[in-house]
């Protein structure tokens, strides 16, 4: 079983920047694959990216790359989400997930957090 908080999230003007953070606990084997997927209001869930623990290695959605980063502090078991330059379309509930391996397989993630909101206004 793994555990995840998300923080970080508010209300930005556009342009602005955000971090959100996920720190994950209990059995972190199964957290090897950490991601942040959105929902924004009456929309579907988007995943926007993912990091590998242990290998550092790194994949984002086309709609958030060069924008945002994805790294990880494995000594705190934490996962932190890098938002620049942040747009209306960002806003959105932002949520932490995790797997035991093969982190691109976005649409099985089994473990979730419980989400902290984006608003960027324009």
């Known amino acids: 079983q793994v555990q995840l908080v998300e923080s970080g999230g508010g209300s930005v003007q556009a342009g602005g920047s955000l971090r959100l953070s996920c720190t994950a606990s209990?059995?972190?084997?199964?957290?090897?694959?950490m991601a942040w997927f959105r929902q924004a209001a009456g929309k579907e869930r988007e995943w926007v990216a993912w990091?590998?623990?242990?290998?550092?290695?790194?994949n984002y959605a086309d709609s958030v790359k060069g924008r945002f980063t994805i790294s990880r502090d494995n000594a705190k078991n934490t996962v932190h989400l890098q938002m620049n330059s942040l747009k209306p379309e960002d806003t959105a509930m932002y949520y932490c997930?995790?797997?035991?391996?093969?982190?691109?397989?976005?649409?099985?993630?089994?473990?979730w957090g419980q989400g902290t909101q984006v608003t960027v206004s324009s």
């Open positions: 997930a995790a797997r035991g391996s093969l982190c691109a397989l976005v649409s099985h993630y089994n473990y």
């Open positions: 209990g059995n972190t084997y199964s957290s090897n694959c």
């Open positions: 990091i590998g623990t242990l290998s550092g290695n790194t």
